[in-house]
């Protein structure tokens, strides 16, 4: 199995930047680029949304719209962490952000289908001050 931890959340004013990680520890087929991860985040009363996702392999990336131009995925095989680079923060990407094993489609930034993901990490919570 795996277990995600997410670090690196934070206040932060807007226009600001974060690193979010997501680091992966346990069973060895689940370690560098193995598996496509995702990243995710909540915002009080509203659903989860996907944000960014990095695929297995050659580490393409796929994001939702709002954060093109803005939020980078990528990983660091040796750690066995990925990471979200979030720059120009919005008061709108306040939520808590989650990273989970599961598919990267070609839909991920305008859809996602939550029962293809596991292995959810806690969260961290971002909140930007506008």
């Known amino acids: 199995d795996v277990s995600l931890v997410e670090s690196g959340g934070g206040l932060v004013q807007a226009g600001g930047s974060l690193i979010l990680s997501c680091t992966k520890s346990?069973?060895?087929?689940?370690?560098?680029?193995?598996?496509?991860m995702g990243w995710f985040r909540q915002a009080p009363g509203k659903p989860r949304e996907g944000v960014a996702c990095?695929?297995?392999?050659?580490?393409?990336?796929y994001y939702e719209d709002s954060v093109k131009g803005r939020f980078t995925v990528s990983r660091d095989n040796a750690k066995n962490t990925v990471y979200l680079q979030m720059n120009n923060l919005k008061h709108e990407d306040t939520a808590v952000y989650y990273c989970?094993?599961?598919?990267?489609?070609?839909?991920?930034?305008?859809?996602?289908?939550?029962?293809?993901?596991?292995?959810w990490g806690q969260g961290t919570q971002v909140t930007v001050s506008s």
């Open positions: 989970a094993v599961g598919p990267c489609r070609a839909h991920f930034g305008t859809y996602y289908f939550p029962h293809e993901y596991e292995h």
């Open positions: 346990g069973s060895s087929k689940f370690a560098g680029d193995a598996v496509d």
């Open positions: 990095i695929s297995s392999g050659d580490g393409s990336a």
